[in-house]
């Protein structure tokens, strides 16, 4: 099919990213409890399109090269 083998350096990375992802989510729910819930949806939208961006061009970089 094609697909990637897993590495120890590809699983330490999906591990920080995810912790990262983590620590952005656990942020946004003790700053939602202080009333800024309305720019705390804008960085969460804003950091969701960045990821759906780069996924896409990571994609496409991928399938062209």
Do not use: Q
Not at 23 to 48: F, Q
């Amino acid at each position: 099919l094609g697909m990637e083998a897993f590495s120890y350096s590809k699983v330490a990375g999906i591990l920080v990213c995810f912790c990262g992802a983590l620590c952005v989510g656990l942020s946004d729910a003790a700053a939602s409890e202080g009333g800024e819930s309305v720019s705390s949806l804008t960085g969460d939208c804003t950091a969701l399109g960045a990821a759906v961006f780069f996924g896409m061009y990571t994609a496409v970089l991928k399938y062209m090269v």
